[in-house]
């Protein structure tokens, strides 16, 4: 069965550009995740959305912002990009409830120059 | 706020040999822990989900072992090959308190290298 897939893996912007990573979850998976793993530090929760309304928020800025379509994807837009912003975001998803496997996606490279 | 705490921060041992990597988590209020497997610049692989009712699961040469109430989860790998090298983390999924179940706190890892 396919995991959950991002696009782009790799991905060059430059300062102040806008960024936007897309993630589609494991089938029948209505609860997406995304995370923010900087170089050498371990994953940070970003944002969640269950069935297309956002449902849990971490350290995200509000230069960020993410939603849920109706066919369940998800894409997360970066604006006024920062050289912090550089790192690694993973998209996860899972069935809703508490005792569910979350499961990762491959991520997705951010390099800002 | 919970925090995870990972120790060892690097492990190196030799092809075959049993080793346990440790997780503690400061609340003890969670729904469940989770252990993945990180290979250099890639994604998150689970290995075991433990949900805050069990003691343990098993997977494999893998089993992971949970105490909710001193905080501490291990995770023992059997007869250990170079192939298991990667960073292990252990994430908990916290209950106290938002409207979601889908924040995961992580630890910092460990570095697991097996060497020939």
């Known amino acids: 069965a396919a995991g959950v897939i991002q696009s782009p893996r790799h991905l060059i912007k430059e300062k102040r550009e806008t960024a936007t990573l897309k993630c589609y979850p494991i089938?029948?998976?209505?609860?997406v995740y995304w995370y923010q793993q900087g170089p050498g530090q371990d994953p940070q929760f970003l944002i969640s959305f269950y069935e297309k309304m956002q449902s849990d928020k971490g350290s995200i800025p509000d230069r960020f912002s993410a939603q849920q379509f109706s066919d369940y994807h998800s894409e997360l837009n970066m604006s006024s990009l920062e050289l912090g912003d550089s790192a690694l975001y993973f998209c996860?998803?899972?069935?809703?409830?508490?005792?569910?496997?979350?499961?990762f996606g491959e991520g997705s490279w951010l390099t800002v120059v | 706020k919970q925090e995870v705490t990972q120790i060892p921060a690097a492990l190196s041992v030799p092809e075959g040999e049993n080793l346990v990597l440790n997780c503690s988590f400061t609340d003890s209020a969670i729904y469940n822990l989770q252990w993945f497997r990180q290979d250099p610049g890639k994604g998150l692989t689970s290995l075991l989900l433990i949900q805050s009712s069990q003691r343990e699961q098993t997977s494999g040469r893998l089993n992971a072992s949970l105490d909710k109430s001193s905080g501490r989860s291990t995770l023992y790998i059997a007869a250990s090959q170079p192939g298991d090298s990667a960073t292990y983390l252990c994430?908990?999924?916290?209950?106290?308190?938002?409207?979601?179940?889908?924040?995961?706190?992580f630890g910092q890892g460990t570095i697991l290298t097996v060497h020939p």
């Open positions: 996860a998803s899972s069935h809703q409830g508490p005792g569910n496997t979350i499961y």
């Open positions: 089938s029948r998976h209505d609860t």
């Open positions: 994430a908990v999924r916290s209950s106290a308190g938002g409207t979601s179940y889908g924040k995961l706190t």
